[in-house]
């Protein structure tokens, strides 16, 4: 059995979803250690894992992408933000390479010191990420402003000039990523997905069709499926009760300005005989006033309310928008920035929900859009079958095994 190092970004959206394959790992007999943000270290530990919190100083870097104009501005902040964690995440990894020893390693794509100090360690290695993927493709259009799979010739000259401009954009990041990886002896990169592909392994934690169907996968990139962990907890009291149909609003756990979605779903489902649960995130529930029909919590496991919910608002994070379709509800998706936009028109494409942007928002249209998505229940549960058929953390945790052993390893 191998011993394993697995290093989070400090974000419920990043490590929840891979939690679960750490769980499998240790299940099978593996040594598996986490670094991961102070406020998740007794919660894994729970779990057996061997866990340590990364450097304060990580976290204490915040995303500021939420304050920016436009789309542009709100990608050169998020690429500021990953470098100033990644020049504090080199020293962090390297003293738990000194520590424990591993024989593999396993490191949030976001994290792009830790990613650099992975590859130059010669360790085997993967990358995992829980949003859409970032790779070009002849298939699919160019990631970020979130458009649909083109059509005919024009639909391919937009994708074309989009990805030239998607290019231009990010290669402003690579000086700055290049320095990060002269720090360790890399050599330098051309392009940025290229820092993606130096892993042997990258997991994907979504799956098709609600994924884009690609025919050019880079060939170490894995679909798995959703990652569905979230913490034990009891499904509160109130819940057992609710005999109304039951809409789910959520907000991002990651500083932005979505609190207006959670004050617009207040307003615009208040007489249409919904019980709406509505958990804030990182805005403080003291801040919305609640309507008779609706509790307002910070934080309520996730998955006991979908087991009842006929709809999921939400501004269109990758897991809570899987979650939902994983257990067949539909969804509405109010996106504001990162890469909510993208996921908002994969919900829109499977015919699993309804997209609304952010600067469209109203009561009035939340509540069409609501009811729309209710309809599509049953495409919904045709995505939860996709969903689930790609595996999940067992299929996850088998290419892991695969990295370690090739020779011996189930496909």
């Known amino acids: 059995m191998a011993r394993i190092l697995a290093y989070n970004t400090p974000a419920t959206g990043h490590i929840f979803p891979a939690t679960g394959m750490l769980v499998e790992l240790l299940r099978r007999g593996h040594d598996v250690h986490v670094r991961t943000r102070g406020s998740d270290v007794e919660r894994l530990a729970e779990l057996g894992l061997r866990v340590a919190e990364v450097d304060p100083r990580i976290e204490a870097i915040e995303f500021d992408d939420g304050?920016?104009?436009?789309?542009?501005?709100?990608?050169?902040?998020?690429?500021?933000?990953?470098?100033?964690?990644?020049?504090?995440?080199?020293?962090?990894?390297?003293?738990?390479?000194?520590?424990?020893?591993?024989?593999?390693?396993?490191?949030?794509?976001?994290?792009?010191?830790?990613?650099?100090?992975a590859e130059a360690s010669g360790l085997p290695f993967a990358y995992h990420s829980p949003f859409p993927p970032v790779f070009p493709s002849k298939d699919a259009p160019p990631y970020g402003p979130g458009w649909r799979p083109a059509r005919g010739p024009l639909g391919r000259a937009r994708d074309r000039i989009g990805a030239a401009l998607l290019d231009r954009l990010t290669k402003r990041h690579l000086p700055p990523l290049n320095a990060l990886r002269a720090s360790v002896g890399l050599e330098p990169l051309s392009r940025l997905d290229?820092?993606?592909?130096?892993?042997p392994l990258f997991l994907l934690f979504t799956a098709e069709p609600y994924e884009y169907p690609r025919t050019d996968w880079p060939p170490q990139v894995r679909l798995v499926g959703p990652g569905e962990w979230?913490?034990?907890?009891d499904p509160p009291p109130w819940l057992h009760g609710e005999t109304r149909p039951i809409v789910l609003v959520t907000a991002s756990t990651v500083r932005q300005a979505d609190d207006g979605l959670v004050t617009?779903?207040?307003?615009?489902?208040?007489?249409?005989?919904?019980?709406?649960?509505?958990?804030t995130g990182a805005h403080?529930?003291?801040?919305?006033?609640?309507?008779?029909?609706?509790r307002v919590e910070r934080f309520v496991a996730h998955g006991p309310v979908l087991e009842q919910a006929a709809c999921v608002v939400c501004?269109?994070?990758?897991?809570?928008?899987?979650?939902a379709l994983a257990a067949g509800v539909p969804v509405?998706?109010?996106?504001?920035?990162?890469?909510q936009f993208e996921v908002a028109r994969r919900v829109e494409v499977s015919g699993a929900g309804t997209r609304l942007h952010h600067k469209r928002l109203s009561p009035s249209r939340l509540r069409r859009r609501v009811h729309a998505a209710i309809s599509m229940r049953a495409q919904a549960e045709r995505?939860?079958?996709?969903?689930?058929?790609?595996?999940?953390?067992?299929?996850?945790?088998?290419?892991?095994?695969?990295?370690l052993c090739p020779a011996t390893s189930a496909p």
């Not at 617009?264 to 958990?279: M, Q, S």
């Not at 529930?285 to 008779?292: G, M, N």
């Not at 509405?332 to 890469?339: I, L």
Request: proline share 5%; aromatic share 4%.
């Open 383 to 403: 995505v939860a079958a996709d969903l689930a058929g790609a595996g999940g953390s067992a299929a996850a945790a088998d290419a892991i095994e695969e990295l």
């Open 67 to 117: 304050d920016a104009r436009n789309q542009i501005e709100a990608l050169e902040r998020v690429q500021r933000t990953f470098i100033a964690r990644g020049e504090v995440e080199i020293p962090d990894l390297r003293g738990a390479l000194e520590k424990i020893r591993p024989d593999a390693l396993i490191i949030d794509v976001v994290c792009e010191g830790a990613g650099c100090v």
């Open 194 to 199: 290229a820092h993606f592909l130096k892993a």
């Open 230 to 233: 979230e913490p034990l907890s």
């Open 332 to 339: 509405v998706v109010v996106p504001f920035c990162r890469d």
């Open 284 to 294: 403080d529930p003291a801040i919305f006033d609640s309507p008779a029909n609706a």
């Open 315 to 323: 501004h269109g994070g990758q897991g809570i928008t899987q979650k």
């Open 264 to 279: 617009t779903a207040l307003e615009a489902l208040a007489a249409d005989g919904f019980a709406v649960i509505a958990t």
